[in-house]
């Protein structure tokens, strides 16, 4: 399904490349994607350097809108690494590639793997994720990203109940953790660690430890992904 490839590249951190094929990449989107027409014209309008700045905002402060997917399912537990493995089996099996640096469950990647498998399996991909994008694209609307398009048009390419708008009340209940607060709480806590690393002894293992970090601070209300459907 090339709309999800096109999706993939849209949800990319904007790069210089992206911006010199821009005309083919909105040609594409017309074609293949056109849910995310408003999205792409609206993303190519501005300056690559400030939609540098709006995705970093976006992804890369706190836990709560990463795009890696385990995050949202396992966070720390030892269940994300075999996890890991059998999404790696998945795209060996399939002839993807991968670089080094990637991480099997970045989402533009797994769409990426899901443009290139048939029509139907793409889509149960997509459901087997569905929850995840949901409550991804809830918390990006919450915070007025135009990115929240992108989940919703995954969502509709699924046929999938879920949308951003049904975890509204979920996502509205949820303490930030890209706020100025909770980032210097989690920067403080690095610090003491720093400093009983240079100074003193410790008994917490570093499990222990980055499990601490947080424990104390905002962290996002992880969705469960078991439930049956959109309440």
């Known amino acids: 399904m090339q709309s999800l490839k096109i999706i993939a590249l849209l949800m990319e951190y904007p790069n210089e490349e992206l911006w010199e094929a821009a005309d ?3 040609a ?7 849910r995310v027409t408003p999205f792409a014209e609206q993303l190519f309008a501005a300056p690559l350097i400030d939609k540098q700045a709006e995705w970093c905002e ?6 709560a ?3 890696l997917l385990f995050e949202h399912v396992h966070a720390e537990s030892r269940d994300r690494g075999q996890a890991m493995v059998d999404l790696m089996a998945q795209y060996e099996k399939a002839g993807l590639q991968l670089d080094s640096r990637e991480l099997p469950d970045w989402l533009p990647l797994y769409l990426e793997y899901l443009s290139i498998q048939p029509e139907q399996d793409a889509r149960q991909g ?13 918390r990006l609307k919450q915070r007025q990203s135009p990115y929240s398009q992108l989940f919703d048009a995954l969502l509709a390419i699924a046929g999938s109940q879920y949308r951003s708008d049904s975890v509204a009340s979920q996502v509205t209940k949820e303490a930030r953790d890209d706020t100025p607060q909770a980032l210097d709480a989690i920067w403080e806590e690095e610090q003491v660690k720093f400093i009983d ?4 002894s410790t008994d917490a293992s570093p499990q222990q430890q980055h499990q601490r970090r947080f424990s104390d ?10 439930a ?3 309440k």
Do not use: H, K, M, W
Not at 28 to 34: L, N
Not at 126 to 138: E, F, M, Q, R
């Open 228 to 230: 049956g459907g959109p």
């Open 24 to 26: 083919e990449l909105r």
């Open 28 to 34: 594409a989107v017309a074609q293949d994607a056109p």
């Open 197 to 200: 690393d240079q100074g003193c």
């Open 65 to 67: 809108t990463s795009l």
């Open 126 to 138: 997509l459901n087997d994720v569905a929850p995840i994008l949901a409550l991804l694209g809830g």
């Open 58 to 63: 976006l992804f890369d402060r706190g836990r």
């Open 217 to 226: 601070n905002v962290t996002p209300q992880y969705l469960d992904i078991s």
